[in-house]
């Protein structure tokens, strides 16, 4: 692991803190008060989040704290039975998932989606489907300013792959790629679609130690290179504490602490979250 000089946290208007280097900045992500019943059963509850602009932020909890039920109201496949949403000072009420796609947010998922038959380029250029603005006709009939907006999109997506160390693999079938080139793929398509905050759920999962330090470098690189903001769910403890500015910790749907890694480390109410209370059987 590499050493890194700890982000210093600061206070922003609305009572939360993000790195120094984002105060002036609108957050890319702010959620007030957000929650969502299933039927009688509260999946989570007053879940309020403010994430810097650069910021590479954490979403940590034990298993069924409600951690990818919160990725899934922030993209809109869930709609939240109540509290707020703004993607770049923006409200994602009554917006589609493609709609908060298009807003700035991308993401991956826990379980790998890639189009397995299809080839690793033809991945990623699917993820550019918004930035391909071509007029209906000329789509069906692939007129000149289709193609030309194909090219485009095309060299793209190989520099994104040469990015990732992937553009050999382009024209293989996604299906076929090694368990780590192939989470280092689904990034790659996120990153596609131009967001301004991505969504990474368990991005190590099934990696072994090697693939997994590649992946915390990546990850700054993405934040470094394209400006974003990250936020990952993530239960590698020492990939968390390594890549984190501010964490936030989620136990039975509500936010029970939020710091930098050193305050995390030292919560007690998050030490008995993972280990249970001192003393008990």
Do not use: W
Not at 44 to 61: H, K, M, P
Not at 63 to 90: C, D, E, H, S, W
Not at 105 to 119: D, E, H, P, V
């Amino acid at each position: 692991m590499t050493n890194r000089t700890p982000t210093k946290l600061v206070p922003y208007p609305s009572h939360a803190v993000v790195p120094e280097r984002d105060v002036d900045k609108v957050p890319v992500l702010e959620t007030h008060h957000l929650g969502i019943d299933f039927g009688g059963l509260t999946a989570v509850n007053d879940f309020s989040l403010l994430v810097g602009r650069t910021e590479i932020a954490g979403l940590i909890g034990p298993n069924g704290a409600g951690k990818t039920t919160v990725f899934n109201l922030l993209t809109n496949v869930y709609q939240p039975t109540r509290g707020t949403i703004m993607v770049n000072g923006f409200s994602t009420a009554g917006k589609s998932t493609a709609q908060v796609n298009r807003m700035g947010i991308a993401r991956t998922f826990q379980n790998i989606r890639l189009f397995a038959n299809m080839s690793v380029l033809d991945n990623v250029m699917v993820g550019m489907h918004n930035t391909i603005k071509e007029p209906l006709f000329s789509s069906i009939v692939h007129g000149f300013g289709y193609r030309k907006a194909e090219q485009a999109a095309k060299a793209t997506s190989m520099e994104l792959l040469d990015f990732f160390n992937l553009a050999d693999l382009a024209d293989s079938p996604s299906g076929s790629l090694p368990y780590g080139a192939q989470r280092r793929l689904e990034i790659v398509r996120a990153l596609a679609s131009s967001p301004r905050i991505i969504l990474l759920d368990e991005p190590a999962a099934g990696m072994n130690p090697s693939e997994t330090a590649e992946l915390m470098e990546n990850i700054r690189r993405i934040r470094d290179t394209f400006q974003i903001a990250v936020l990952l769910i993530e239960h590698d403890m020492n990939l968390v504490m390594g890549i984190c500015e501010g964490i936030c910790v989620l136990n039975y749907g509500k936010i029970i602490a939020k710091g930098t890694p050193d305050e995390i480390k030292s919560n007690p109410a998050v030490i008995e979250a993972y280990l249970g209370k001192k003393g008990a059987k």
